[in-house]
Nanobody
Framework: QLQLVESGGGLVQPGGSLRLSCAAS????????IGWFRQAPGKEREGVSC????????YYAESVKGRFTISRDNAKNTVYLQMNSLRPEDTGVYYC??????????????????WGQGTQVTVSS
């Protein structure tokens, strides 16, 4: 029953914006660091952003820094990823996961919850 459900993806033109949501059920989301990952066709899954549990430090991959913002709404047990100035290379399936995010280089998924189905983001004109 422990799960994270991603939503908010879609088709958007370059320069557009989307807000992704990661809703938790079966556990309290604010007890954990939460990371966003994405997987483009033919590529391995990569970390995009992470927010830590305690001090709410945020981390971003260099490719999205200044364009994406990760945030939490504890009342809704949800983490968001606001994506602005989207580029075609942002296309992929986006996933969230419980994580440890000391840095983007070391962020890791905890693994006690299976990967969900993700949400598809397509940036194309």
């Amino acid at each position: 029953q422990l799960q994270l459900v991603e939503s908010g993806g879609g088709l958007v033109q370059p320069g557009g914006s989307l807000r992704l949501s990661c809703a938790a059920s079966g556990f309290t989301l604010d007890y954990y660091d939460i990371g966003w990952f994405r997987q483009a066709p033919g590529k391995e899954r990569e970390g995009v952003s992470c927010t830590s549990r305690g001090d709410r430090s945020t981390y971003y991959a260099e490719s999205v820094k200044g364009r994406f913002t990760i945030s939490r709404d504890n009342a809704k047990n949800t983490v968001y990823l606001q994506m602005n100035s989207l580029r075609p290379e942002d296309t992929g399936v986006y996933y969230c996961a419980a994580a440890r995010c000391a840095s983007m280089a070391t962020m890791t998924r905890l693994g006690f919850i299976s990967w969900g189905q993700g949400t598809q983001v397509t940036v194309s004109s």
